[in-house]
């Protein structure tokens, strides 16, 4: 008797998840670094805490990778189901990403838990109370969904949600708008509704942790005594002009040896702190919000003046690989990480996001100046460009035809390894291309030929055409003409996440390869670059965009054209929120156009027919013949 009534109280006396999870969590081979026993890094008990505890109603983590969040989440969603019952739905951004987290995270850790053969009793079964999609437990109930649909967000009353990876989500559902509203219905009627959202994030404008982090009502960081003067502070990365953040050694001759020089400076006193000291900081550490309330448990907090305050409702946490006691090469490997990324928008903004955990800014700027453009024209030829417009670098050649009423405007462009370019020529045709006088004259320039400064000639590779508008049937002619699979009649798509080139497997009825392209991937794609700068020696800068110093094809209006687009935001009567590429600066687009079109014709060579961009070859003598040209494009025809 006495017995039972001591199980009783333990059942009615929950321990806070850090503490349950230290206890009954496991770490399964293969999924984990170190299996075994699961014992909570400094960095891990106040966001363990706060998910577990039923007195928070919303937790959203905006966070880097590298902190074992996903262990967190299983950790969590076990004890909440140990403890007090709590029937969850876990949201993974797609279906396959839902089964892969229920195979090698829950069944994995479940299975090495003996705790949870107690409230799970088909724990090893193989039945419909155990699949990968629902688990039927000691009074409670898990599913797991992916968030891409909006099926999956009904007929369900859950006690807790868990969103992960939420800027994986759908950005919005035709219907129902944002994935967030219908996912959150499922806790109507919960006694302690509990909302748990977290995620690595993207881009700025486009991210659902973005909004959500916005809704909280406080922000907590991460605070961490000096080891020298004890002044708390957050771990920020810092630049080049800070006096605090990572620094290392500039003078050093290789990546890998400026990289081993890496360490902290304090804020306050200046002094070099090291990843050695990591671990001693973080446990005399503390969460601190915006407001100066603090917490170091997740349970307990306390104002600025240290009074007990009660637990807010809707907390933020940003939390940062910087901060992790767990990474393989310490601070050492997240500055080499770093100096490998260059200026490439590329490889920065994955760093951003994954190691960060911050938003990218990049694809949101304001305005593009083309002033600021004009100055970096360059000369890469010798004696009249005409004569040697391609760069050495450059391994081939791909076009992009704009449509318009009253001419035709042809761009070629020059494509090197890293997708590196250069802008080769500028073709204007003016007429109506119902005409057979400018099909004509059309049809010739597509088989022009340049040369480099070594000699060697190249034709371009692959033309895509603008066919949108009441020209279609002409463009179509073209393509026929021509050889299909030489020029790629395309039309844009308006809509932000569609793919590059979607290149058809076969042609449609007016028996053309017609490709649908993404315009708003290109255009964010395109000004990205924009912002990396030619090399002073010449050497290669993957992404570059290289302009000619030649007023002819590369003046103020091609600029102007370049940067007549802007990103804008649209929100809609029912709070949906869309970013729109507009024209917003020019009247006129065709360069910006041009390039779009050329580098899907890039993107069609490498997905659809296997190119490589690589460094080019040294020159070989090669015959030129316009003669040979034609040759191939007719045995294009009709492929």
């Not at 810092?238 to 890496?262: E, L, M, P, Q, V």
Request: glycine share 8%.
């Amino acid at each position: 008797m006495v017995q039972r009534g001591l199980s009783v109280m333990m059942k009615v006396l929950p321990v806070s998840g850090s503490e349950w999870c230290d206890k009954h969590f496991r770490l399964p081979a293969g999924s984990s670094q170190t299996a075994g026993q699961w014992t909570t890094m400094p960095l891990q008990v106040v966001p363990l805490n706060m998910m577990c505890n039923r007195n928070i109603r919303a937790v959203t983590f905006q966070k880097s990778a590298r902190i074992g969040y996903s262990k967190m989440l299983v950790g969590a969603v076990s004890c909440l189901q140990a403890q007090y019952g709590t029937s969850i739905v876990i949201y993974q951004p797609t279906e396959d990403d839902a089964k892969d987290f229920t195979v090698d995270e829950i069944d994995a850790a479940w299975e090495e838990m003996p705790i949870m053969r107690k409230i799970f009793p088909y724990l090893f079964a193989n039945n419909e109370k155990n699949t990968t999609k629902k688990k039927f437990g000691a009074g409670w109930i898990l599913d797991i969904k992916g968030a891409h649909t909006p099926k999956n967000m009904r007929r369900l009353t859950k006690g807790a949600l868990f969103g992960d990876e939420v800027d994986g989500w759908i950005w919005r559902f035709a219907k129902e708008g944002s994935p967030i509203k219908p996912a959150r219905k499922r806790l109507d009627g919960a006694a302690f509704p509990m909302e748990r959202w977290g995620t690595t994030p993207t881009v700025s404008g486009e991210s659902h942790i973005e909004v959500l982090m916005s809704e909280m009502d406080l922000t907590f960081r991460f605070y961490l005594p000096c080891p020298h003067c004890t002044h708390l502070q957050t771990l920020v990365w810092g630049g080049k002009d800070s006096k605090h953040g990572f620094h290392w050694d500039n003078s050093k001759s290789s990546i890998t040896a400026k990289a081993r020089t890496a360490h902290y400076r304090c804020i306050e006193c200046e002094e070099n702190i090291y990843y050695s000291q990591l671990l001693s900081m973080e446990k005399a550490g503390r969460w601190i919000a915006e407001d100066g309330t603090w917490t170091k448990d997740g349970e307990r907090f306390f104002s600025d003046s240290n009074d007990p305050v009660a637990t807010p409702q809707k907390v933020g946490l940003h939390c940062w690989a910087g901060y992790s006691t767990n990474l393989s090469f310490g601070w050492i490997g997240l500055v080499e990480e770093f100096l490998s990324c260059g200026s490439d928008p590329a490889k920065l903004q994955p760093f951003v996001n994954l190691v960060l955990g911050e938003l990218w800014e990049g694809d949101n700027t304001s305005k593009l100046e083309w002033e600021n453009l004009k100055p970096r024209r360059e000369i890469w030829w010798v004696g009249n460009r005409a004569d040697n417009p391609i760069h050495n670098r450059a391994s081939i050649l791909t076009g992009g035809i704009d449509t318009q009423d009253d001419r035709i405007e042809m761009f070629v462009w020059a494509w090197g390894a890293g997708e590196e370019c250069w802008l080769v020529d500028h073709i204007v045709l003016l007429g109506d291309l119902a005409s057979d006088e400018l099909k004509k004259a059309a049809g010739e320039k597509l088989y022009n030929q340049y040369k480099k400064v070594n000699g060697e000639t190249m034709d371009v590779r692959l033309w895509c055409w603008d066919a949108m508008g009441h020209k279609t049937d002409d463009v179509y002619e073209m393509s026929r003409r021509h050889g299909s699979l030489w020029v790629i009649p395309i039309q844009g798509e308006n809509q932000y996440g569609k793919p590059i080139a979607n290149f058809p497997r076969k042609k449609n009825t007016k028996k053309v390869y017609l490709t649908r392209l993404g315009t708003d991937g290109l255009k964010a794609r395109l000004y990205g670059r924009l912002g990396l700068s030619p090399s002073t020696d010449d050497t290669a800068v993957p992404g570059c965009i290289h302009f000619p110093v030649d007023e002819d094809i590369c003046g103020d209006e091609f600029f102007k054209q370049l940067c007549s687009a802007s990103k804008k935001l649209e929100i809609n009567k029912s709070g949906q929120r869309n970013w729109r590429w507009v024209k917003q600066y020019h009247s006129f687009d065709e360069a910006l156009d041009g390039w779009n079109y050329a580098h899907a014709a890039l993107n069609i060579l490498m997905q659809r027919f296997g190119f490589v961009l690589t460094e080019p070859e040294p020159a070989v003598q090669q015959q030129s013949a316009v003669s040979s040209i034609r040759a191939a494009a007719e045995r294009l025809k009709g492929g």
